[in-house]
């Protein structure tokens, strides 16, 4: 790591207005992503805001970005009110990583591609012409199956999915003003030279996670494949939620994950079903409508149609119990 | 010139965090910005003197803020039971307990961990006597090169001290972010079967 | 030369044999023999420090002013170093050392172009993004194919990039297996490829150097003490005996750790020009890069047997890399009886770092192919795997271990391939292995009593965490008549007696015979000297329980040890008369594995369920950490069957994955049930009739996986590792 200043913000607002104005610094909640980053070099920062300690009262019913991944797996209205979002977080990481990591900074984790995370590489989002996973020959097993031409990163995080099924909306903190936002507006799509791929402004904070318990989130559900069962990064993921009324489908949410440069809702998959008998099938196969897998990559496209035909299997069980 | 960390009270600067998920904080959001540069205690990028509770011990340190926990306990207070293996958070071989919980300390700042209390594996056995995890490590052989251990212990002493009765499965789950080379897994389900049956 | 005659073998097959123990040392074991100690579970020794955080590896050593150096590696797979400017590094307060290799060709990602020393880890982190280098990048070739296409560049100055090995290349004789197809029902070709596997030794490989007048100090994360002590010695044109190398504990090694390596090189030189001690050692990515690997293998097999079962041809052509190194054999097809067998082994070198011996090198790789052919075979002639391999196998062990793992894994219940009904499905799969009777004679241990009963043994090789320094004391317990805590084991430091290697699996089987024949010499002075002051037969008395059993009067071992005023110490050696290959039973080590899988046919995933192995362990000394080391072997090998990969990019010839995160090694929510069973075989090769046990319990594991997820799913992974990807390409690829 580079030698950086260390700043200890009071509150979310003094650690917005700070960053804004500052050259080059980087806030940091439970550092797990960005310790990573830092000894890789891939930031460079000549000051470190950290978040950890900070003062961040929420209003009753939302929840706290500086919450940890152990915190929301063990909360017993998350599981009754927002399974899905239980379920994502009890599958992350690591024991340990999940004793730190938040909920704000698993929103705003970078991707996992290796090609980003090391500097011998070329990338796209560190601002380089090409991306070396879309090269020929490139190993590219694990990346998006929706890239752009630009870029082939998938997006990691398992909350966000889960919190785009939940009709999430984030409450960000920022100089020129509050707002609320869309989890799925989060969301950007790569750009050369911007690491991380999301609508934030500079400075702009998660401070939480408004979130609202309806029949449609209390039957929701997260399930992710990975290839080592012990810590890994899912190879596709998947958050739904399911509303019947007798035979009819209410509602439905599909968010599939580590398919995209960030969560990616299977809209027109809903729309097959919304207020009509639940065909599962159906469904997985819409979908991945518009796929487009890299060279080593297609293989994703079963595990995903699996995980939908899972999660949907499970919800409609569920939903009958 | 170094700045002091431990000097100031940490009440004001260093609490309001850890809100657990729903803990349900009534009313307001926190005031608006003040005046933020108040609200920001700025140190370093030079050795800045920090406290940390290890062991029971406390532990004053003059380090960067650049400098892990898991460097700051091996090479400044040269506890080397914590290895360093992986160095980003996937093998679990420098786990160590942060206010009681598991952390890998290559990924956590030393100067995060200020004003914590840090428990290593030096300092699980109390008063002479191993912890009945350790214990059950060496009747059952849950070891070999050892290096993997200490972060193993740590991992599976939490899991008993929050669930002295936990079976396998969650026992797998507990070390499921401590890898071990030599292949030792079976012999670590042994001991904590064993020692949630009360030992031998 | 006393003649003994001995009984060898297992229960149900054994023979007579007659031995000649040397003069001077004890008589050997055989079936019959009873020992009190040997053979009884005992804890490891050190574990009480290893569990506290207390054991000192050498990577936790800190000689007073220790400094830190770190070798910068290339991030090219081939090019010339054209200029290293240091200038702004050395510049820097708290660099003490930095040296260039201008001029230097690397030759795979990691290469060293540099080294630097610096009084923190943080400054030398800082010294290093201060190096600049100007490469000449050169065209590289990382993968097998790339490296044999026409126009490929050459990896080695003096070498084509293909070679067939003088020593290893070829066994057997292809024109005879060639010949040996005829008359055959079934003639398979088929193509297996593995994977190339790092070692990644949980502790890096490296070392910190300190000079004292003129001597050198090596605390060495080392399976070879003296190797260590040889090589460094050498490569700084010092006296051996100028050298001291010290490994308390080591965090692994698995065939990787040798000698002294370049960096621990650099560390003495800059050692003693800064006249401060300075650590070395390496960094995750580099120990994946630099440090050794499994090589590669694509073994192309043409197999032929007939109807009734009878193996008839193997022609094995095989092309591995181990990068700029070699050591790209397979062991395919030795297990069988075939009428005619024969193979080739190429090396393809590469732009990528060197293999290394990696526990039971050309093992693994080549079973997984022979025993992948063998169902093939089975499944085209229609005959149960398991029969077909009995039918061709005269090895009388592994005919034995065959019914023992069949009945605990349940092959009765076998299915044929691809017939189990639903998304997840389970399978049944076995397979062979061997290995070798690999102790030797050269070990020296001192075995120590003092007047007040103390017993220290000593011997100058090293733990690589297998037990070794328990063996010793168990051994030396059982020789007089003692409990393992009454002695006190001395290892791993160069100035004691001569020890081997810690490499195909020999440790124990080389000090076990050389301390039982300490300990017996010491047991003889104190019989003796009892005798003569006290009174008794020499030849009827005997140390046992801790007391002096059969004299004229009983005594403690201690009070017998008091007529040693000053106490007293022998130093023996085994020789090559304590180890006897005539008399062995079996000459080799045979183990045969099984293995239950379930695969989930939508997400490609495998599962292993169970495992058993059933392994010849000679006798064994110390059950439970024998069972650690069996339940290491089979895990390895898990890991190797479905996880571990390490991947090259083709287009820049860098590893992608050089952390472990993407180095997936197999965790606790991945582990199968393990069942490990010791078959106990007296096998006459020494007076203790121990074998090695590190290596052959690794060899099958991948073998039996593969088997079993084809039976599982009825379509057959030729590919290492059997990830998800590569099954759900097999399945749809049926459908």
């Known amino acids: ?32 992503d960005l310790l990573d980053l830092l000894k890789e070099r891939i930031y460079e920062p000549d000051e470190m805001i950290h978040l950890g300690k900070a003062k961040n009262e929420v209003p009753a019913g939302e929840l706290n970005a500086l919450a940890t991944l152990a915190d929301v797996a063990g909360d017993a209205r998350i599981r009754r009110d927002f399974p899905a979002l239980a379920e994502a977080a009890e599958v992350a990481a690591t024991p340990q990583v999940r004793n730190w990591a938040t909920v704000g900074g698993n929103l705003c984790q970078h991707t996992r591609c290796w090609y980003f995370r090391n500097k011998d590489f070329t990338c796209f989002k560190r601002g380089d012409d090409d991306c070396s996973a879309l090269k020929d020959g490139a190993l590219n097993k694990y990346n998006a199956v929706f890239p752009t031409k630009e870029c082939g990163c998938a997006h990691p995080s398992n909350l966000s999915p889960a919190l785009a099924a939940l009709d999430a909306r984030l409450r960000c903190v920022h100089p020129d003003g509050d707002r609320e936002l869309e989890l799925l507006a989060l969301y950007d799509i790569p750009k050369k030279g911007v690491t991380c791929n999301i609508h934030l402004r500079k400075g702009e904070l998660i401070r939480s996670v408004v979130l609202n318990p309806t029949p449609l989130t209390r039957n929701s559900t997260y399930i992710e494949f990975r290839e080592r069962e012990s810590f890994d990064f899912a190879v596709a993921s998947v958050a739904a939620a399911l509303e019947m009324d ?37 469904v997985a196969k819409a979908a991945l409508k518009g796929a487009t897998p890299l060279s080593q990559n297609a293989y994703k496209l079963h595990v995903t149609e699996a995980l939908v035909r899972r999660a949907l299997t499970e919800l409609h069980g569920r939903a009958g119990r | 010139m170094s700045d002091d960390l431990s000097g100031v009270s940490r009440r004001d600067i260093l609490k309001g965090a850890g809100a657990a998920a729903f803990l349900g904080a009534v009313g307001t959001r926190a005031a608006q910005a003040q005046e933020p540069a108040s609200k920001m205690r700025r140190i370093g990028p030079g050795p800045v003197a920090i406290e940390l509770t290890v062991n029971g011990k406390k532990r004053r340190l003059n380090l960067e803020p650049r400098v892990t926990l898991l460097d700051a306990l091996r090479d ?60 059950a490590f060496v009747r059952h052989d849950a070891l070999q090169c050892g290096f993997c251990t200490p972060g193993m212990v740590m991992s599976c002493a939490a899991l008993h001290e929050h669930n002295p009765k936990a079976g396998e499965a969650e026992v797998r789950e507990a070390i499921s972010g401590n890898l071990c080379r030599c292949g030792t897994y079976t012999h670590i389900f042994n001991a904590m079967q064993d020692v949630a049956g009360g030992g031998r | 030369m006393s003649k003994q005659k001995v009984r060898l073998g297992f229960k149900g097959n054994e023979k007579e044999v007659e031995v000649n123990p040397r003069k001077g040392t004890p008589a050997w074991m055989g079936v019959d023999a009873d020992p009190a100690v040997i053979g009884k579970d005992h804890a490891r020794i050190d574990a009480i420090a290893k569990v506290t955080g207390a054991a000192k590896y050498s990577y936790d050593m800190r000689p007073a002013g220790l400094c830190y150096a770190k070798l910068i590696g290339s991030p090219h797979a081939h090019a010339k170093v ?132 003129g001597k050198l100090t090596v605390w060495a994360s080392t399976q070879s003490t003296f190797g260590v002590r040889r090589t460094i010695a050498g490569a700084l044109r010092i006296p051996q005996g100028d050298v001291v190398v010290i490994t308390q504990h080591m965090g692994g090694g698995f065939g990787s750790k040798f000698g002294a390596d370049r960096w621990d090189v650099f560390a003495a030189r800059a050692a003693k020009v800064i006249g401060r001690p300075v650590r070395c050692m390496l960094d995750r990515k580099a120990e994946h890069l630099v440090a050794g690997n499994r090589p590669s293998s694509i073994q192309r097999c043409k197999f032929s047997a007939k109807k009734n079962g009878t193996l008839l041809g193997a022609e094995v052509r095989s092309w591995g890399t181990g990068g700029i190194g070699g050591g790209a054999g397979v062991l395919n097809p030795d297990i069988y009886n075939f009428k005619g067998a024969g193979r080739e082994c190429f090396n393809v070198y590469t732009h990528a770092g060197g293999g290394r011996a990696f526990r039971a090198p050309r093992h693994p790789q080549g079973v997984f192919a022979l025993e992948g052919m063998i169902d093939e075979l089975a499944e085209a002639i229609k005959m149960d795997p398991l029969e077909l391999r009995r039918k061709n196998d005269s090895d009388p062990v592994r005919l034995a271990e065959y019914e023992i793992g069949a009945k605990k894994i349940g092959w009765k219940t076998r299915k044929k391939s691809g017939s189990d009904r639903g998304v997840k499905k389970r399978g049944l799969g076995c397979a062979a292995s061997l290995w070798y009777h690999t102790g030797g004679p050269g070990t020296v241990v001192r075995c120590r009593i003092e007047k007040d009963g103390s017993v220290l043994v000593a011997n100058g090789a090293q733990d690589i965490g297998t037990g070794t320094r328990t063996v010793l004391a168990v051994i030396a317990a059982e020789e007089l008549g003692l409990e393992v805590k009454d002695i006190e084991v001395r290892l791993g430091t160069t100035t004691d007696g001569f020890g081997p290697a810690s490499g195909g699996s020999k440790t124990a089987a080389s000090v076990g015979p050389a301390v039982r024949n300490a300990a017996y010499s010491v047991k003889r002075e104190i019989l003796a000297t009892v005798a003569r ?87 064994v000394i110390d059950p439970l950490l024998a069972r650690s080391q069996l339940n290491g072997g089979v895990i390895q090998g898990v890991s190797y069957a479905l996880f571990e990969d390490r991947l090259l990019d083709p287009n820049t010839g860098d590893m992608v994955n050089p952390n472990l995160v993407d180095y997936k090694i197999v965790g606790s929510l991945d582990m199968p049930e393990i069942e490990a069973v010791m078959f106990p075989v007296a096998n006459g090769i020494n007076s203790i009739g121990m074998s090695g046990l590190g290596e052959p319990s690794t060899v099958a594991t991948a073998g039996a996986i593969g088997n079993a997820v084809a039976n599982a799913i009825g379509v057959r992974i030729r590919s290492l590792p059997i990830t998800p990807d590569k099954v759900l390409a097999a399945l749809k690829g049926m459908s």
């Open chain 3, 82 to 213: 054209k200029r290293v400017d240091l200038t702004k590094a050395r510049a820097l307060k708290g660099v003490l050392f930095a040296e260039a290799q201008e001029g230097k060709t690397v030759r795979f990602a990691g290469d060293d172009v540099a080294g630097l020393v610096a009084e923190t880890e943080e400054i030398l982190d800082d010294a290093i993004r201060l190096v600049t280098v100007d490469y000449k990048v050169l065209p590289h070739a990382v993968s097998e194919a790339a490296a044999q296409a026409d126009g490929a560049p050459r990896v080695k100055r003096n070498s084509e990039n293909v070679v067939l090995p003088r020593r290893g290349g070829t066994w057997g004789s292809l024109d005879a297996a060639a010949a040996a197809h005829k008359g055959a029902d079934v003639v398979l070709e088929r193509v297996y490829r593995t994977q190339v596997q790092t070692h990644s030794c949980l502790e890096t490989h490296g070392s910190v150097c300190e000079w004292n007048d």
């Open chain 2, 76 to 135: 400044r207070i040269e506890l080397t039971g914590t290895k360093r293996v992986c160095d980003r958070g996937a093998c679990g071989s420098c786990t160590v307990w942060v206010d009681g919980k598991t952390a890998n300390s290559c990924m956590m700042l030393a100067v995060d961990a200020h004003g914590a209390e840090i428990t290593t594996i030096e300092g699980l056995a109390q008063g002479g006597k191993l912890h009945p995890v350790q214990d």
């Open chain 1, 246 to 282: 007798g035979d009819t489908v209410r509602d439905i949410r599909l968010v599939l994950g580590a398919v995209s440069a960030g969560p990616l809702r299977a809209v027109e998959a809903e729309k097959i079903v919304r207020g009509k008998r639940l065909d599962i099938d159906a």
């Open chain 3, 533 to 619: 002051d006290v009174g008794g037969d020499v030849d009827k008395m005997d140390l046992k329980g801790g007391q002096v059993v059969g004299g004229k009067k009983a005594l403690t071992f201690k009070q017998a040890c008091s007529l040693f005023p000053d106490g007293f110490e022998t130093d023996a050696k085994a020789t090559a008369e304590d180890f006897d290959r005539r008399a062995q039973f079996a000459p080799r080590i045979s183990g045969c594995q099984f293995a239950e899988v379930e695969v989930d046919t939508e997400t490609g995933q495998v599962r292993v369920v169970k495992v058993v192995a059933v392994q010849d362990c000679g006798r």
């Open chain 1, 1 to 32: 790591m580079k030698q950086f200043g260390y700043a200890i913000a009071a509150d979310f607002a003094a650690a917005a207005e700070a960053l804004s104005k500052a050259k080059n610094s980087v806030a940091k909640a439970g550092g797990t």
